[in-house]
């Protein structure tokens, strides 16, 4: 079989018709957040669009697209702040719609974000209804819409552009296109540093795939295969609402897919972004292959397993205000953990397990600034598949009940946040 004679969803009209429900949703969940940010912002004397496309990293990206790398900022305390860090995939993007279109960087931005947030909502519908089934999958796009830092999702940052990529990378190995997963990877490597989760899962995913050809071990699960489902829309069993008191029914593994030859074309593929870019850096700074955490360390960016941020939650419980928050951010952790867990338990994917967990280790473990943590979580949309499977069991009425009441909930957190400390 070859990439072109793998059968699945078409991506036509068929599949957008069945995707609508979550992309519809998701622009209602949205649509609520950024119009509670105008009347917040409104009513405090500042700009919702300013906050959206010209605070923070959005500042970094329009300047990267409109005047190239180079720049830096030196602070009092030594440290270098360079626009190297930011990866270049969507300055890239924001000069070009620029140059085609009468948009400035900053909405260019803000365009690339808004079409990338909706590419990601299909793609994470995509993911979830192939492997739970479709009213999981609005579910999931649902789930995600809700975050309590979804508003990022509209912002002109990279996280929507990353999620976009990833979990269309993610799903073209759920459905054997291996080569499509490659450079969709390589695209999330040429996004932000977390692609290394991307490429990990390709990569994951097709040596297990070799192993299961060769008779080694047989327990790793792609997912379920669509090489006999019906047609998008059609009414069967097999698209029924795949949750049961149990957890989610299991799906018979799908096809390899490929010829190997193009399974290993994939795997190749998958790291180039990231190595291209990494590299580059390296040889642009003078700084060798490991360049680029040189530049990471000028922002006070590393990967410490954790440490700095056990520091940073132990030292909440030194005051008993601040252990409030402290006791929070021990219960948010172990929640995620317990997604995690809750996961592999329910047999996900092995390509989505790998994926989320080097996600949240990346975000955990790193010794970044920790207001940002929960930003760095939302491509971890794996992790959200239990949640959206819990919100799939209640009536369509009670669901969404509990969706209006959230989304409203999340919608005054967002604004807010960007009205006061904001993502960095």
Known sequence: MTDLETRVAPPGSAALRRAAPALLGYAAVRGLGLLVLALWSAARGKSAHTLLTARWDALWYTRVAELGYGYEVRLPNGDIHSNLAFFPLLPWLE??????SPLSYADAGLTVSLLSSLAAAWGIFAVADHVYGRRAGVCAVLVWALLPVGIVQS???????????????????????????????????LTRPVGLAVVAAVWAAGLASFLRERGGPSGFS???SRSTAPEPGAHSSEHAPDVSADGPLRREPAPEGAHPALRALGMLLAPLGTA?????????TGGGPLGYLDVQAGWRNGFDGGYAFARFIADKFTSFPSALAGLGLIAGVALLILLYVVCVRQRQPLVLLVYGGVVLALALC???????????????????????????????????LVVGGVALASAVYGAWWLNGSGPP
Request: net charge positive; hydrophobic share 55%.
């Open 95 to 100: 000069r070009l719609l620029h140059a085609v």
């Open 155 to 189: 912002m002109a940052y990279s996280e929507s552009l990353f999620t976009a990529s990833a979990a269309w990378s993610l799903y073209a190995v759920l459905t054997g296109r291996w080569v499509t997963a490659g450079v969709l990877a390589s695209l999330s490597g």
């Open 222 to 224: 792609f997912g379920r």
């Open 276 to 284: 291209g870019y990494v590299l580059w850096v390296g040889h642009h």
């Open 366 to 400: 790193a010794s970044s600034y920790f207001g940002s943590k929960p930003r760095l979580l939302l491509p971890a949309f794996p992790l959200l598949f239990p949640l959206a499977l819990a919100l799939a069991r209640p009536r369509t009425a009670r669901a969404a």
